[in-house]
């Protein structure tokens, strides 16, 4: 199952350019699966660094605008787009070039990858 | 702030054929969409502008015509915005 979901991950990494990889991973940051490429940056995949959106998320969701449900940063370098799926988050780290639309386009590839990963981490909590 | 923009996309619609229209940033981000388009394309027509654009460097903003049976998509960048038209043929 989960050899399926990264060959799908895997054809979506390509399909975007500057989409260097593509993070699920629980409220905490624990990755569930991760597709890399090798330009991915180590520091973005870490817990540490993706557990942040979970905060980000609850502080946003203050605003009085209803629940987050996508997180973008761009940095010098680099942008991340976060998705909220909870129990589960996906990450995007991609090139501070890339199309942004195009990864947000991404999303609806992805979800329904998502329903047997989500009772497997909802189980576990 | 987006009075201007909601102007031209009511203009583009009001020429006959037209069924739809979506306009894109730098980003992909969608600026807006009015009639049969979706504004998930965004990401999409600023992908394929990208792509498109690599073909001849040399040359700027190719207009790009997508047609099946029924309908043509015509998308074109100017400056850092795209916009894509949707008609029937």
């Not at chain 1, 589960?88 to 992805?110: M, P, R, W």
């Amino acid at each position: 199952m989960v050899e399926e979901i990264r060959k799908v991950i895997q054809e979506l990494l390509l399909k975007v350019s500057g989409l260097y990889c593509v993070l699920i991973t629980d409220r905490d940051g624990v990755p569930v699966l991760k597709v890399l490429t090798d330009k991915a940056p180590e520091l973005a995949t870490r817990p540490a660094f993706l557990s942040t959106f979970g905060l980000a998320i609850d502080q946003g969701s203050k605003l009085g605008l209803g629940k987050a449900k996508t997180l973008i940063c761009t940095y010098s370098q680099y942008q991340i787009v976060q998705m909220n799926k909870l129990p589960l988050v996906i990450s995007f780290i991609a090139s501070d070039t890339c199309n942004t639309g195009h990864i947000l386009g991404l999303e609806k590839y992805i979800e329904p990858l998502l329903a047997n990963l989500t009772v497997a981490v909802a189980d576990t909590q | 702030m987006e009075k201007q923009l909601d102007r031209v996309m009511d203009d583009v619609l009001s020429n006959p054929g037209v069924i739809g229209c979506v306009f894109a940033d730098h980003q992909g981000l969608c600026l807006g969409a009015k009639g049969k388009a979706s504004t998930d394309s965004a990401g999409i027509i600023g992908a394929i502008t990208d792509q498109a654009a690599k073909l001849e460097p040399q040359h700027k903003s190719p207009v790009i015509v997508l047609e099946n049976d029924t309908r043509t998509c015509i998308i074109q960048r100017s400056g850092t915005i795209t916009g894509a038209i949707y008609k029937n043929i």
